[in-house]
């Protein structure tokens, strides 16, 4: 073997054992690389999940003691009446302000409780949050609550975003918040003859299988006010309502909004009765 020829073979080899090593290092890296990714996107996300639970948290905790502050307000007898009515103000002035800023954070119905001194002083704003049930009393009927079920065409199992109302055609659907619509939809699958309305505090709601249609989109309307009416269009077995409720873009639970603003409607008339009764009594 030549000089030249040793030379040319080392290379060869030095070169065929670099391409080994680097096809070797390259997985070995590649795999690190995707390990450290995966890390990296495990740690990104976990402060991201853990902040928006955090920030409710802290947000629900705000609210509660902004309604102590208020409470300890309302019974305290401070001597100084003007400082005392200017600070009571000033509470009342924020009252909604905080309302609105918490109605924009909370993901469903869980945290709803927090709010119920506030909306002893803001009441109305219930009407532009989706508390109330759709059909009229009595119309109705619970068929299939919001969860996994077995789809009664393909018996598969399959999450429910929503849930059905069933009735008889042609019962009336009523909005249950003040809002807009946005979608009026005549799909022969899915939702069939549909509306979607856009409410104030990042919600939505959907009316499903519906037979007629009494608003357009674009159109503003009342809470309770009459939008279509029961039927049997796309997907659909039986006359029923599916009613969803999308709050912050994510499909929640409806149940517990049905007779929501009534029940707390209803907490909030008794205080009233009670305090006028003991206004009644002093001279
Ligand atoms: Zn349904």
Same mark, same amino acid.
């Given at each position: 073997m030549k000089s030249f020829e040793i030379v040319k073979y080392f290379q060869k080899n030095k070169r065929n054992n670099l391409l080994k090593a680097l096809k070797t290092v390259n997985k070995k890296q590649l795999a690190t690389i995707g390990? =450290? !990714? @995966?890390?990296? =996107?495990?740690?990104l996300s976990g402060p991201i999940l853990r902040l928006s639970d955090e920030t409710l948290e802290s947000a629900s905790n705000t609210m509660e003691s902004n309604a102590e502050a208020l409470k300890a307000n309302l019974n305290e007898v401070i001597s100084d009446t003007i400082v005392h009515n200017k600070e009571r103000q000033y509470l009342l002035l924020n009252i909604e302000e905080k309302l609105v800023a918490y109605l924009y954070q909370i993901p469903d119905y869980s945290y709803f409780t927090v709010l119920e001194p506030y909306l002893e002083y803001a009441p109305n704003i219930l009407e532009q949050i989706p508390s109330a049930v759709p059909l009229e009393k009595g119309d109705y009927w619970l068929s299939s609550e919001y969860g996994i079920r077995q789809h009664p065409i393909s018996n598969k199992e399959k999450k429910h975003f929503g849930i059905d109302l069933a009735a008889t055609l042609n019962k009336h659907v009523y909005a @249950?918040?003040?809002?807009? !619509? !946005? =979608? !009026?939809?005549? @799909?022969?699958?899915?939702?069939?003859?549909?509306?979607?309305?856009?409410?104030?505090?990042g919600f939505q709601t959907l009316y499903g299988h519906l037979n007629k249609v009494l608003v357009k989109e674009g159109e503003t309307i009342a809470q309770h006010e009459l939008i279509g009416t029961v039927g049997n269009t796309g997907t659909s077995t039986g006359y029923h309502l599916h009613y969803e409720i999308i709050k912050n873009g994510l499909k929640i639970d409806p149940l517990h909004s049905l007779r929501l603003k009534q029940k707390i409607y209803e907490r909030l008339y008794i205080k009233t009765k009670r305090y006028g009764t003991e206004e009644k009594r002093d001279p």
């Open positions: 390990f =450290l !990714v @995966s890390l990296t =996107l495990f740690y @249950s918040a003040k809002g807009t !619509v !946005v =979608l !009026v939809l005549h @799909s022969k699958n899915g939702y069939g003859t549909h509306i979607i309305i856009t409410h104030r505090f």
